[in-house]
Every structure is written in structure tokens, then in C-alpha cells.
């Protein structure tokens, strides 16, 4: 099983800061194969950025995302209101599918 | 724009049985559920894909869930027996076009298991 690591667990930041999510792969994940997701209280985790690099539909350009093999990172340019949530990363390439244990982005 | 309806989450008993459903306004190659306990992360259950040929268990439900699909009514089935405490969490259905990301999410059902 690929277990993904998330860090931090907790960034606190204020509106118009950038924001550096990492997540770290216990081997090495195709790139085709990995997702971000964002997840408010209460509501499904939404598709954010699939392929390591491209937008999902209606994802804002400042949610941007990259890396390879086994780190990975979503940053976010400039925080709107509406970025505070909880962020998970994911593989979808092997059996399990597997998702890191979550960053949450809170307003600082 | 294909729509997940998820139903028949409620509180059970240790032991007991519980039947999920996840109704797809349209048609989806692949559907798997993923739930949530409270206050966690995300895991993946299980995945059934096309006419049900190919299906996949996470271990923590291996033997005790089955995943089922009924084409005719684009509808996808988690069928939970011995349910135990550590299966308490929301469970969401969400779609998969085919070696490919979580696209589409139902609203999630929430499953209690209590004595």
C-alpha cells in the first residue's frame, strides 16, 4: 500500500497569503496518477487538480499544483475566503487507493 | 453533468446489516465508496467498474462488504454485514471514469454502529 504523508497538519495564514501544501509518497507515485481534493465541514471533498499539474473544472488558477515521484505540492497564490478547508492528496494508480491524512488550512 | 444520490446510511447494532445506495443520474463506468470517520481523513472502501466484472476491497472490509451495481437503474449497492464500531463514518460514492480521480462526489451517508 502507498501511504501518503501530508505536512503540515495545520498552516494558519491570513487572506492574500500563499499557501505550500506538501505530501510525501511512501514509493514513488506516476504523476499521472495523483489528485488534490478540497473538503469544507460538512460538504464532499471536490476535485481540485488531478495529473500532479492540471486544474480540474471551476478550480481557480491560483490553486496550482506539481512535483513528481514522491513529493508533491499544491500551492495555493493568494488565499481567498473561501480557501479555508481541508486539503487531501491522493494516488489513483494502485490498488489501494489512498489518500493522505489531510492539511487543514485555517484562517489565521 | 452526472449527479450522486447516496441512501440508507443509518444507526445499527454491532454485528448487523446495512445496505447502501448510491443512484448516478446517468451512466458511470466505475463507482467506488469512500468513507469518514468522525474527525478524520478519507478512506477508500471499495470499487466496482463497468458491469461489474472488476471489483476491488480495501482489507478492513474484505469478507464482510460486498459492492454490487444494477445498470438498469444506475445504481450502485455497498452491502455491509457484521458491522462493527470501527465502521462508524460518512460514506460517499464517487465516480471513476477509468484509471482516473475522484471526478464526481455524492453527499455522503452517515452510518452509526452502536450498541
Known amino acids: 500500500e502507498i501511504v501518503l504523508t501530508q505536512s503540515p497538519g495545520t498552516l494558519s495564514l491570513s487572506p492574500g497569503e500563499r499557501a505550500t501544501l506538501s505530501c510525501r509518497a511512501s514509493?514513488?507515485?506516476?504523476?499521472?496518477?495523483f489528485a488534490w481534493y478540497q473538503q469544507k465541514p460538512g460538504q464532499a471533498p471536490r476535485l481540485l487538480v488531478y495529473?500532479?499539474?492540471s486544474r480540474a473544472t471551476d478550480t481557480p488558477d491560483r490553486f496550482s499544483g506539481g512535483g513528481s515521484g514522491t513529493d508533491f505540492t499544491l500551492t495555493i497564490s493568494r488565499l481567498e475566503p473561501e480557501d479555508f478547508a481541508v486539503y487531501y492528496c491522493?494516488?489513483?494508480?494502485?490498488?489501494?487507493?489512498?489518500f493522505g491524512q489531510g492539511t487543514r488550512v485555517e484562517i489565521k | 453533468q452526472v449527479q450522486l444520490v447516496e441512501s440508507g446510511g443509518g444507526v445499527v447494532q454491532p454485528g448487523r446489516s446495512l445496505r447502501l445506495s448510491c443512484a448516478a443520474s446517468?451512466?458511470?463506468?466505475?463507482m467506488h465508496w469512500v468513507r469518514q470517520a468522525p474527525g478524520k481523513g478519507l478512506e477508500w472502501v471499495a470499487v466496482?467498474?463497468?458491469?461489474?466484472?472488476?471489483?476491488l476491497y480495501a482489507d478492513s472490509v474484505k469478507g464482510r462488504f460486498t459492492i454490487s451495481r444494477d445498470n438498469s437503474k444506475n445504481t450502485v449497492y455497498l452491502q455491509m454485514n457484521s458491522l462493527r464500531v470501527e465502521d462508524t463514518a460518512v460514506y460517499f460514492c464517487?465516480?471513476?471514469?477509468?484509471?482516473?480521480?475522484?471526478?464526481?462526489w455524492g453527499q455522503g451517508t452517515m452510518v452509526i454502529v452502536s450498541s
Open positions: 464517487a465516480r471513476d471514469q477509468g484509471a482516473a480521480p475522484f471526478d464526481i
Open positions: 446517468g451512466f458511470t463506468f466505475g
Open positions: 466496482i467498474w463497468n458491469e461489474g466484472r472488476n471489483i
Open positions: 514509493q514513488s507515485v506516476s504523476s499521472s496518477s
Open positions: 495529473g500532479a499539474s
Open positions: 491522493q494516488q489513483y494508480g494502485t490498488s489501494p487507493w489512498t
